[in-house]
């Protein structure tokens, strides 16, 4: 298990995201196994710190979606990346719910949220969505695109996470760094747009649901 340094952990940015920002704070969250810590590692562009510990034969976590894992983050996932000039802080936080104690320090400060899904198994995410709402922090959804995993239209994602017009959703391989950028990306503009208030109804523009992904084949 990998534990950050203390001196390597940067304090949570404090300002809201506007012009002249220098550094932004996002959160990841999901349920376990979802893909938060291959994400961080897919973009970040410093070597990841994460906090995985080995599954042990008492282990709770429902793997039969994932049955290749074998560990799981206990703290957090942490990388670094740079982003039209903004320094943006990316941390992953564990999934399960014996871990939601945790869940406020790690968000404190964050401009925005990344909810990460798998079509698979919707209802696991349901927990989270309820939780970044009533933190009433911006966020988006991600749908990591497993191989096997049935594609949906928008709208029902959409209907099935009870999410407003407002909440972009986004079509991502967790693997791919140029994918995941892309999504960051869509965070920020929608924390900018949701901060300046001037967030408006959701168009096909917005919604990066493209019927035509294929994610990579996992190994």
């Known amino acids: 298990m990998t534990v950050l340094p203390a001196a390597a952990h940067p304090p949570a940015p404090r300002s809201r995201p506007g012009p002249g920002l220098s550094s932004l704070k996002i959160v990841l969250t999901g349920p376990f196994g979802v893909g938060k810590t291959t994400l961080v590692g897919a973009v970040s562009e410093i070597a990841p710190v994460t906090t995985e510990a080995r599954l042990s034969a008492a282990a709770v976590e429902d793997t039969t979606h994932v049955p290749a894992k074998t560990t799981t983050t206990v703290a957090m996932d942490f990388g670094r990346l740079?982003?039209?000039?903004?320094?943006?802080?990316?941390?992953?936080?564990?999934?399960?719910?014996?871990?939601?104690?945790?869940?406020?320090?790690?968000?404190?400060?964050?401009?925005?949220?990344?909810?990460?899904?798998?079509?698979?198994?919707?209802?696991?995410?349901?927990?989270?969505?309820?939780?970044?709402?009533?933190?009433?922090?911006?966020?988006?959804?991600?749908?990591?695109?497993?191989?096997?995993?049935?594609?949906?239209?928008?709208?029902?994602?959409?209907?099935?996470?009870?999410?407003?017009?407002?909440?972009?959703?986004?079509?991502?391989?967790?693997?791919?760094?140029?994918?995941?950028?892309?999504?960051?990306?869509a965070l920020i503009e929608h924390t900018l747009r949701t901060r300046s208030g001037i967030l408006a109804p959701h168009t096909a523009a917005v919604d990066q649901h493209d019927p035509t992904f294929q994610p990579k084949e996992h190994p």
Do not use: K
């Open 82 to 185: 740079s982003v039209d000039g903004v320094t943006v802080y990316v941390y992953g936080m564990p999934g399960q719910d014996r871990f939601w104690f945790m869940w406020d320090a790690l968000t404190l400060g964050a401009a925005g949220v990344i909810v990460v899904a798998d079509t698979r198994r919707l209802a696991d995410s349901f927990r989270h969505v309820d939780y970044v709402e009533h933190a009433r922090l911006p966020f988006v959804v991600a749908v990591n695109q497993f191989p096997g995993a049935r594609t949906y239209p928008v709208a029902d994602l959409r209907e099935a996470l009870a999410l407003g017009p407002e909440v972009p959703i986004v079509d991502i391989d967790a693997r791919d760094r140029d994918c995941v950028r892309r999504l960051l990306i």
